[in-house]
């Protein structure tokens, strides 16, 4: 974390430059716009108002929760709290400011001899008439493009050292059940998460040797001491939802006694995977779910967005849609748009457009490609599927109100029919061209398979979170990483 700390303060003081240097461009500040002149200059007002920048940002990020060393799903949160934090560091600076400019030190009040006392110590002898507002306000928008690069960088650095199994923690799964099974396939789905699974311990002594989906039943309760030791195991996931409560603790007790950390999958983990409200009545603890009802204000923002970006995008990316249509109708294989009848908002059906990327013959109402050398894909599809050009025309159901930006991926009426009631929570929102689910590890899965992502955005659901997952979406397309 200290490491983090120095990088975030150095990112904060470059950004304080930067807007600086900006400033001497643009004429907001007088002096020299060249060579070491520019950066010998950059001293005396400006260079305390950058240092005391850092520190004010620096204790912001803190409070924010920018040092947690637990993570976020995709990580998401974080970039949330970088622009919350950038804001109110912004507020407590020109507060600052205000309250310990020299003419404020000889105030006779007594909420102002506190102020006289943070005048010595931090002495802002600054004239706020000689301060550009102009290069002060550079430096806040600087301050969060950077740092949300920087933790991009970072988050990424951090995920390929884990692919690598560089810095994993080794982890043992107790239970080999449904819910043993599902956190298996989340480690091994995600590997950047930084656990490794070493196997798993059960109650059953039938199961000892036995592979549960390729990884080995190491033994029993009794045996817990001897796995952790020999294999290194820093954390044990409690896997046991349908045990009785008394042989939970029991695993509990002495997993404590062995100073291991633990965690515990709920008994009803589908329910606390959402969003919960936690009540008493009396002394009785009852659990209820929230209201997940999006107010009038952030639909009308949101439809706002949706409508201004997919006009924006279509009106740019015209060239390509003009060649994209071009190249899927010299196919000569169907009509240029695959339409397709999807389930949106609230289960009513729409027809979702799409460039045609297979054989007409072989796209009909089946589960999509997982990937790209699925023989249903034509060549031209394969290219288009790679860098999501096929989605294109989404932004024209976009503008007819059916899909929205962002938002869960709309599926077909076959696959909606066999939801149960869990997975009908993805139909409390707008449909989207893109989710949390297609930016990531899990895009080559079933959507229906990976609900958790579609609840969490649901539940999460803002302005700010769709800015985030866009630019997120925009690096996978530069990178070539679209759904197939």
Known sequence: MTIQVLVDFCVVLLSCFLAYVFGLGLGSISGSTHGLSRFMEFGGTYLTLALLTGCVSILTFRACGLYSSTKSLLNVEEYKNIAKSVMISFLVFFTLLVFLRSSNSDVDMPFFGVVAW???????????????????????????????????????????????????????????????????????????????????????????????????????????????????????????????????????????????????????????????????????????????????????????????????????????????????????????????????????????????????????????????????????????????????????NVLRGEMSIVGPRPEMPFIVNQYGPLERERLGAKPGITGLWQISFARNEAIHRNIEYDIYYIENRSLLLDLVIIFLTGFAVVKGTGAH
């Open 118 to 396: 943070l005048h010595e110590l931090v002495h802002l002898d600054v004239n706020m008439e000689s301060i550009s507002r102009l290069t002060i306000v550079l430096s806040f928008l600087l301050i969060l493009f950077l740092m949300t690069i920087n933790r991009f960088v970072a988050f990424k650095a951090i995920q390929s050292l884990y692919r690598r199994g560089i810095g994993n923690r080794n982890v043992l799964i107790y239970g080999t059940g449904e819910t043993g099974g599902w956190l298996q396939r989340k480690f091994h789905l995600v590997p950047t998460l930084g656990l490794r699974l070493v196997g798993f311990v059960t109650d059953d002594p039938e199961d000892i040797g036995q592979h549960e989906l390729g990884d080995q039943i190491l033994g029993l309760f009794e045996d817990l001491e001897t796995v952790i030791a020999e294999h290194k195991i820093s954390e044990v996931f409690i896997a046991l939802p349908g045990s009785k409560e008394e042989r939970v603790m029991e695993i509990i007790a002495h997993l404590d006694t062995l100073g291991v950390s633990f965690r515990v999958v709920p008994r009803f983990y589908h329910l606390l995977a959402q969003q919960v409200r936690i009540e008493h009545l009396d002394s009785i603890p009852l659990i209820s779910r929230p209201d997940r009802g999006q107010g009038v204000v952030s639909a009308s923002v949101k439809r706002v967005l949706d409508i201004a970006l997919a006009s924006i995008v279509l009106l740019l990316s015209a060239p390509a849609y003009l060649v994209a249509s071009y190249l899927v109708w010299r196919q000569k294989d169907g009509s240029v748009y695959f339409r397709q009848k999807r389930i949106g908002l609230d289960g009513r059906p729409f027809e979702m457009l799409k460039f045609r990327t297979m054989y007409s013959s072989m796209s009909k109402d089946k589960e999509s490609p997982k990937d790209e050398e699925d023989p249903r894909i034509t060549p031209t599809g394969r290219y288009l599927r790679r860098y999501s050009l096929d989605e294109l025309p989404q932004l024209l």
